[in-house]
């Protein structure tokens, strides 16, 4: 399974961002797709995930409410948008694909994009 990632670009707070995950390859093993960040001297953080039906999703505490996930499986294609962002949500962002049926940390997640960077500005 190959991801590719895009969307990122530079926003002022308060902004909206719309993040895109194409994936292709042997996409039937998968069984969710999630987004993950990692921001300039931290480590790599969960950020929301989907499963494969779009019907359960997840997100980390500090997007809840402002980031949605959410997948057209005839494309492929999972997204992000993200509203009301803030300087803080700068990262890069990676998506990545999970085989497993059971969302866990970062070690579940089986395939990953190259990353897209969204950069906050106050």
């Known amino acids: 399974v190959q991801l590719q990632a895009s969307g990122g670009g530079l926003v002022q707070a308060g902004g909206s961002l719309r993040l895109s995950c194409a994936a292709s390859?042997?996409?039937?093993?998968?069984?969710?797709m999630g987004w993950f960040r990692q921001a300039p001297g931290k480590e790599r953080e969960f950020v929301a995930d989907?499963?494969?039906?779009?019907?359960?999703?997840y997100y980390a505490d500090s997007v809840k409410g402002r980031f949605t996930i959410s997948s057209n499986n005839a494309k492929n294609t999972v997204y992000l948008q993200m509203n009301r962002l803030r300087p803080e949500d700068t990262a890069v962002y990676y998506c990545?694909?999970?085989?497993?049926?059971?969302?866990?940390?970062?070690?579940?997640?089986?395939?990953w994009g190259q990353g897209t960077l969204v950069t906050v500005s106050s």
């Open positions: 990545a694909a999970r085989t497993s049926f059971v969302r866990g940390g970062a070690r579940s997640y089986t395939y």
């Open positions: 390859g042997s996409t039937f093993s998968t069984n969710g």
């Open positions: 989907t499963s494969r039906d779009g019907i359960t999703t």
